[in-house]
């Protein structure tokens, strides 16, 4: 009994769809795993984007010396809402609206009757408990990256990949302020 070349042939093709589909189907699926953990973490910033107007209101009623901070904030803010900009610039602009939202929340402390602010408190907790939800979609977000960027540099499917002109995603990532050793006796003199 002689398997006829036929046979053979359409094997050959057979299985070269049944890779070419497996591969093209896991970039896609790594793609949108990305897309997806990207998306949740916009839906957490706009609740940030949100609660940070009448953070600042409230904290400009108390803090007349610390306008630059609250300026900076609602400038990144209005940046990030208004223009149209990269996925890589914007993860730069979130990080420096969260170093400054930091910088505001290390400031209040030098203003009692701010603190002790009923609405303002309400708002820094909403505020706190946002960023660590942020924090966790940054975690899901970057994990969805690594398999995404390792998929579309691994052979085979680094040939679909190229093919399909995707790119390496970039990863949210700590500035070097943010890896530095935190001085709590600067902290704690502010």
Same mark, same amino acid.
């Given at each position: 009994?002689?398997?006829?070349?036929?046979?053979?042939?359409?094997?050959? $093709?057979?299985?070269?769809?049944?890779?070419?589909?497996?591969?093209? @189907?896991?970039?896609?699926?790594? %793609?949108?795993?990305?897309?997806?953990?990207?998306?949740?973490?916009?839906? =957490? =910033?706009?609740?940030? $984007?949100?609660?940070?107007?009448?953070? +600042?209101?409230?904290?400009?009623?108390?803090?007349?010396? #610390?306008?630059?901070?609250?300026?900076?904030?609602? %400038?990144?803010? *209005?940046?990030?809402?208004?223009?149209? +900009?990269?996925?890589? *610039?914007?993860?730069?602009? #979130?990080?420096?609206?969260?170093?400054?939202?930091?910088?505001?929340?290390?400031?209040?402390?030098?203003?009692?009757?701010?603190?002790?602010?009923?609405?303002?408190?309400? =708002?820094?907790?909403?505020? *706190?408990?946002? #960023?660590?939800?942020?924090?966790?979609?940054?975690?899901?977000? @970057?994990?969805?990256?690594? #398999?995404?960027?390792? *998929?579309?540099?691994?052979?085979?499917?680094?040939?679909?990949?190229? $093919?399909?002109?995707?790119?390496?995603?970039?990863?949210?990532?700590?500035?070097?302020?943010?890896?530095?050793? +935190?001085?709590?006796?600067?902290?704690?003199?502010?």
């Amino acid at each position: 009994m002689s398997i006829s070349p036929a046979f053979i042939l359409f094997s050959f $093709w057979l299985i070269t769809a049944f890779l070419f589909a497996n591969f093209y @189907n896991k970039l896609i699926k790594s %793609k949108n795993q990305v897309d997806y953990a990207f998306s949740t973490i916009d839906v =957490l =910033l706009q609740k940030r $984007w949100d609660l940070i107007p009448n953070l +600042v209101a409230v904290a400009e009623k108390y803090m007349q010396f #610390e306008q630059k901070t609250l300026i900076e904030i609602v %400038k990144l803010r *209005t940046k990030v809402i208004s223009e149209r +900009v990269s996925e890589s *610039t914007r993860v730069t602009i #979130e990080d420096q609206i969260s170093r400054n939202l930091d910088n505001l929340i290390v400031t209040v402390e030098s203003y009692p009757e701010l603190k002790t602010n009923e609405h303002f408190i309400q =708002l820094q907790y909403s505020l *706190t408990e946002i #960023e660590e939800q942020i924090s966790a979609a940054r975690r899901f977000y @970057n994990s969805a990256v690594t #398999e995404y960027n390792n *998929t579309i540099e691994m052979f085979p499917t680094n040939l679909f990949a190229s $093919w399909m002109n995707y790119q390496l995603k970039i990863q949210f990532q700590a500035s070097l302020q943010e890896k530095q050793n +935190v001085n709590v006796r600067n902290l704690l003199n502010q």
